[in-house]
């Protein structure tokens, strides 16, 4: 992973007593509420519900063990001991003290880490595959690109006040498994014809309020080009994106505005000044960042490996551990690993403090004390040896981080909704543990196979709901928590925005509702067809009737669709 | 008089910025005495005025740019002004940021360029880097310090043309 060099800690270092003068000024009445805001928010820090919440940046997922040793021990020293992994390489305090973030801060400055633009109107935390290296199919490695763009976007003077949030992608190829095409900005990476590594482009992508999945703005960018081109994207979205509304102020609504054509004509015309420029890269700077994610020393070994052969067929769980948790890998002998955080009981994406020690643990253990964070809200240790899996099974059980339910069903997605947070309509977690509940047989998950489950709490949408293939939103329904039911959606090349399929309903009714929605599949299913592919051949619509086959009150029918 | 930083040094803001009330048109706005910053739509009816009167009273002239107007319709024109100021309506507007970058790196503009409106000391190092060497901020005294809040930075800006990266180790730092 990469290596800071002094100027990197230099910056953090400065950006931790600046913020801690900004917080004292704050405390001492010198900085109103209304002027400290922006200046938290681009920190990371948000004023809940309870208490402050502290969001701290994971860039493009990659974590050391001696990080997660950190991570852990500012979750034990100044919250309440768990913290939650978001769907975007955050981890987040729920109960930290105002007073204290400096402190924090610090503190995680002597590991590397910060809560740089982890909110605010600026260039986001840029996400990555968290597979990204060890996957097979990768066109590149995007984590060089992702870090190369993290330094010029960490700070950047002229894009420190954009209309609205700004969050960038890299995809290692064309699974996109980053999902570019949710992103306001996504570079997959691809090669021209004479096999130099470059670009396709997307812009305007986007969930929350109104979900848009991003357009090509350019087929084919040479990674020369990266940084400059994107000055083009973000320059035009800086003077031109809408700042009269903040539910119209994402580059998604200016893509939309003006077209892709048009927005494509403004973007090229402004790179044509910069193209060539000094932010073009040369080979030096990419092989020195690149060289820092050089693959660790892999044993060699044979693809096949008996021990492991041996275990997986004589332990039944382990198998099913194998077959949902690990993860396909470039070398051969070697496997990547989810660690899950959705152990029953627990709510999606929390980690003790122990848990991440343990899991720091079993990284310097098993895996190059690497790891990653996904997506989906869980771990992943990214490069074990198929002979230590059982090894690593056994521990991570102990400490309930292997429930094997990777990509099913009841590896929910979810915000923390409104047992935390002050936008919440209604609230996520519990609901997340019903479903669970509900879904608790291994055979009958298994059975129905792979599954994501996204709910959000209200339609800001950061439990990405509208790529569920099972979506559920909370809204507020005169004072009452109801949910929303969207089906069909999904990322990667595939992408799509899930359709409500009807009206919203009580909490308590949720899981009864998925539960008919997933008999509606196994009755319509072709032999081996995955969910999200029947509800695409049959329709979303379909699966109403069977959903609301019991008495619900249809008053509501009509009421506005929260992510039209 | 109100004080203003400029070039690093703490200055008497010896100024004024012409503002239109709304209806009032460019053409027959009076010009208060002394050195003004006037809008662009004032610069753009009356250039010749301007200029006349810069050259016959000695007072200085500049223009203020609000965020929605494009530099290019001064580009021909720096060499008339003393001045340009670039207006942020409120806190968050960062439009201004970029009109400052391309009235430096592309037109090549190199005199005095003043941030000017809702200007907090937290924002100086943006703004400075952005192209800005003079800040219309409250309490300059203290504010001064916030220029250089970061002593290193990963990507060109109006304020060094190389990144980080691609400078020599003693630049670097």
């Known amino acids: 992973m990469y290596n800071y060099t002094d100027t990197d800690r230099q910056i953090v270092r400065e950006r931790v007593a600046q913020f801690r ?111 990204a290296g060890v996957a097979p199919g990768e066109v590149a490695d995007p984590r ?236 992943i240790l990214p490069d074990v040896r198929k002979r230590d899996l059982y090894k690593l099974w056994q521990a991570a059980a102990k400490a309930h981080l292997a429930t094997a339910t990777a990509g099913l069903l009841s590896d929910i997605v979810a915000c923390p909704g409104g047992d935390y947070c002050s936008l919440a309509n209604a609230r996520s977690l519990p609901l997340a543990a019903a479903i669970q509940n509900r879904f608790g047989d291994r055979s009958e998950l298994d059975d129905i196979g792979t599954l994501r489950l996204n709910i959000s709490g209200c339609v800001n949408a950061c439990g990405h709901h509208h790529v569920g293939a099972i979506g559920i939103l909370g809204v507020d329904k005169g004072g009452q928590e109801r949910y929303q039911i969207t089906l069909g959606g999904s990322t990667g090349p595939r992408a799509a925005i899930g359709s409500v399929i009807g009206p919203s309903v009580a909490a308590a009714e949720v899981p009864e509702v998925v539960a008919r929605v997933i008999g509606h599949y196994r009755s319509c299913r072709h032999p081996k067809e995955a969910f999200i592919d029947t509800v695409k051949r049959i329709g979303a619509k379909n699966f109403a009737a069977a959903a609301y086959a019991k008495e619900i009150p249809t008053i509501d029918y009509e009421r506005e669709v929260a992510n039209g | 008089m109100a004080k203003l930083i400029k070039n690093r040094d703490i200055v008497a803001n010896d100024w004024k910025i012409l503002t239109l009330a709304t209806g009032e048109s460019p053409e027959a706005a009076k010009l208060p005495w002394g050195n003004v910053l006037v809008p662009l739509a004032v610069w753009q009816a009356r250039k010749w005025d301007l200029v006349q009167r810069q050259w016959e009273q000695g007072h200085l002239l500049g223009v203020w740019l609000g965020p929605q107007d494009d530099p290019a319709a001064i580009a021909g024109d720096l060499a008339d002004l003393s001045a340009i100021a670039v207006d942020f309506p409120v806190a968050g507007d960062g439009r201004g940021y970029s009109l400052a970058t391309l009235l430096r790196t592309r037109y090549g503009y190199r005199g005095e360029l003043r941030a000017i409106g809702a200007i907090e000391r937290d924002y100086l190092h943006f703004l400075r880097r952005a192209g800005f060497n003079s800040f219309a901020v409250s309490d300059p005294e203290s504010a001064i310090v916030n220029l250089d809040a970061f002593s290193a930075s990963y990507q060109p800006a109006a304020d060094g043309p190389l990144p980080l990266s691609r400078r020599p180790p003693a630049l670097a730092a």
């Not at chain 1, 400290?36 to 997922?61: D, S, T, V």
């Not at chain 1, 990080?67 to 729920?94: C, K």
């Not at chain 1, 610090?106 to 935390?125: E, F, N, Y």
């Open chain 1, 21 to 131: 003068d900004q917080t004292h000024r704050h405390l001492a009445g010198e900085l109103s509420a209304d002027q400290f805001r922006p200046l938290r928010l681009q920190n990371g820090l948000y004023l809940e519900k309870h208490n402050p919440m502290l969001r701290i940046a994971i860039p493009y997922g990659q974590l050391s063990a001696v990080q997660l040793r950190a991570l852990a021990r500012v979750t034990r020293n100044y919250d309440r001991g768990v913290g939650h992994f978001s769907t975007r390489h955050n981890l987040q305090l729920n109960w930290v003290r105002l007073e204290q973030v400096p402190d924090i801060l610090a503190d995680l400055a002597q590991v590397d880490m910060h809560a740089i633009q982890s909110s605010g109107s600026c260039i986001r935390i840029v996400t990555t595959d968290p597979l």
């Open chain 1, 144 to 379: 060089p690109w992702a870090e190369i763009f993290r330094q010029w976007s960490t700070l950047h003077p002229e894009f420190a006040a954009l209309p609205r949030k700004f969050k960038v992608a890299f995809s290692g190829g064309p699974d996109d498994a980053a999902s570019v095409r949710t992103h306001d900005l996504g570079f997959e990476l691809t090669r021209d014809a004479a096999g130099e590594p470059g670009f396709r482009v997307w812009v305007g992508g986007g969930l929350g309020r109104t979900p848009i999945l991003a357009k090509v703005v350019r087929e084919f960018l040479p990674w020369r080009d990266l940084l400059s081109y994107a000055e083009a994207v973000l320059r035009t979205y800086n003077l031109h994106g809408r700042r009269d509304n903040l539910y119209k102020s994402r580059i998604k609504i200016l893509v939309q505005a003006l077209g892709i054509e048009e927005f494509t004509r403004q973007t090229e015309a402004e790179w044509s000044h910069l193209q060539g420029g000094p932010l073009t890269l040369g080979e030096a700077e990419a092989a020195r960042v690149a060289e820092n994610f050089a693959a660790p020393d892999y044993d060699v070994l044979s693809g096949l490996d008996v021990s492991f052969e041996f275990s997986r067929r004589f332990d039944k769980d382990f198998a099913a551990w194998v077959k949902r948790n690990t993860h396909a890998h470039r070398q051969p002998g070697y496997a990547a690993v989810t660690l899950s955080l959705k152990a029953p009981g627990q709510a999606p994406g929390d980690a003790t403090a122990e848990q991440m020690e343990i899991a720091a643990d079993l990284a310097e253990r098993f895996s190059f004390g690497e790891l990653r964070s996904t997506q989906t809200q869980n771990l």
